[in-house]
C-alpha cells in the first residue's frame, strides 16, 4: 500500500502523489556500520531478557514479597494486594522499558544501514512465551509430572 493512503496519514494530505522514500544509508564508515550493528544486537538481547523477566522472575519476587507481607501483617487479603498491584505494576514498567528499548534498537539498525521500519518486540514477546510455556509444559508432565497420581507404585 502506498505511502500516501488517507488511512495511513488520518486523512490528511489526500491531493498529493505517492513518493517512496528509499532508505540510502547514512554516510558513515563500515566500521562505524559494524559498531552499530554490534550495538543493535546487545539492545535486542537486553530487550529480550527483560521480556523473560516477565515470566518468571518478576511475578516469583512478587510472591516472595506477598508472602512477606502476609506473614507480618497476618492478613492474607494484604499479601494478594500486594502481589497483584506489584505484578501489575512491574509488568507496567518493564513493557515501558522494552518499548523504548525497542525503539533505540531501530534507530540503532538504521544506523547500522538497514531498512528498518517495525520493531521487533511483538515477535520477541510471542518467542519468550513460546519459550516459558514449553519450559514448563517440560517441567509439568515430565519432571514433577501427573505420573506418580495415574499409575501408583503399588
Known sequence: MARSDP???GGLF???RSSPVRFKGSGASDRRRRVDRWLAGFILTLETALCLTLLGPQPLGWLWIGSQVQYLTGTVTAGIAVI??????????TMVLAKRLDGWWKLVRRAG??????GAIELIFAACVAVVVVAFSF??????GPGPTLAPRN
Open 7 to 9: 488511512t495511513e496519514s
Open 14 to 16: 489526500t491531493g498529493r
Open 84 to 93: 497483584m498491584l506489584g505484578c501489575l505494576t512491574s509488568l507496567m514498567l
Open 113 to 118: 544501514g538497514h531498512d528498518q521500519e517495525r
Open 139 to 144: 517441567w509439568f508432565l515430565i519432571i514433577q
